[in-house]
């Protein structure tokens, strides 16, 4: 085999264990979710499974609070993400020690962020603690009950924000990183503003790592489940914890698989959206 065609073949033995691990750890699995959903329990296809999932009580709360939350919850993330990043871009003093404090999140899993602050809502937690003891209460408030599912959805934003945002910011520091200085120079010669610079100049530029950012963070989004899990109980519900209660309670995978397809087609949807709105002009011309 000449030189010549060893170099064109690299790129793609480079790829090869990366597709090889997509196709086994994530593709088959997926596939196989998928048809189990379909799956009758004589062995042929049916609709039942997704029936059964659509008649569930808890099917379309599951459904409204997972679509609030990430109607709430992307916005937000996405704004402290940005503040976060353009203050790390700007190189104020301590800025690097910034970025390890905003980093610190990433290295606790979802679990264990849902367990902090629970035990700072809960009824002899740290907020109640702090309010008492300054006397704006008299006595503890009661943020975590099944009653107040505002109060439930609040703390769950919170917690997911504080966990998750750092993800984002990560993502939008590196494109930052990618946008020449000679663009803002430019912008500040015609006597833009912040607001101007970031809206123009900087948002445009990220398209590429918004696209991303919001893939990932939607995706993560839907699958939220142990935060609100160990945050809210059964007081609220979302779509991954119905999907969970279906296979470990009623030992019913195929309505599991069912609820795990719905969120897969959830996932796939938004993400044609994002890369249909957030085209750069080169791909808007193809």
Known sequence: MSTRRLQALTPYALLLPSVIFLLVFFAYPMVEAFTLAFRAEGGGWTLDNFQTMIRDVAFAPAFRTTLLLILIIIPVQFALALTMALLIQAKLKFSGLFLYIYAIPLGISELAAGIVWFAIFTERGYLNTVLTAL???????????????????????????????????????AGLQSI?????EAADVFGATLWDKVWRVILPLLRPSLQVALIL??????????????????????????????????RDPNVAAAFAALIMVLSIVSTILYLWGLRTPEEQTL
């Open 135 to 173: 006397g704006i209460l008299d006595k503890p408030f009661i943020f975590l009950s099944y009653q107040n599912t505002g109060w439930l959805l609040f703390a769950v934003v919170l917690a997911e924000a504080w966990r998750a945002t750092s993800i984002v910011m990560v993502i939008l520091v």
């Open 180 to 184: 020449p200085n000679e663009f803002l």
């Open 217 to 250: 963070r939607t995706i993560l989004a839907f699958q939220v489940f142990a935060v609100a899990l160990a945050v809210a109980g059964r007081g609220i519900t979302l779509l991954a914890a119905e999907a969970y209660r279906w296979y470990n309670t009623y």
